[in-house]
């Protein structure tokens, strides 16, 4: 089992930087994959990036460059740097975590769920 928390959402500009954090309790990070999704509303929960537990990142086209997903295992931490913000980045975030170690870009496919973090870019 472990709980997931994030933090650091927000209301920004468009143009703005972000850091989002999600910070475990339980099981430790490194026994997991973890991914940040995204849900805007009227939308399905959106993969952006994940990371192995190699280290290898995974990012979806429309976050890479602007996106950069960190862990820190002995933190139990995991961090999302969000640059040049724009108003449709605009949605619920969440980090997930999987016992698997492959990444996946499938919602249902993660057993554990923070409780989200809303950011909201304004044009």
């Known amino acids: 089992q472990v709980q997931l928390v994030e933090s650091g959402g927000g209301l920004v500009q468009d143009g703005d930087s972000l850091r989002l954090s999600c910070t475990a309790s339980g099981r430790t990070f490194s026994s997991y994959t973890l991914s940040w999704f995204r849900q805007a509303p009227g939308t399905a929960r959106q993969f952006l990036a994940g990371?192995?537990?190699?280290?290898?990142?995974n990012y979806v086209d429309s976050v890479k460059g602007r996106f950069t997903m960190t862990k820190e295992n002995t933190k139990n931490s995991l961090t999302l740097k969000m640059n040049r913000l724009k108003p449709e980045d605009t949605a619920v975030y969440y980090c997930a975590a999987r016992g698997g170690a492959l990444i996946s870009r499938v919602a249902s496919d993660y057993e554990y769920w923070g409780q989200g973090t809303q950011v909201t870019v304004s044009s």
């Open positions: 990371i192995d537990w190699f280290g290898t990142t």
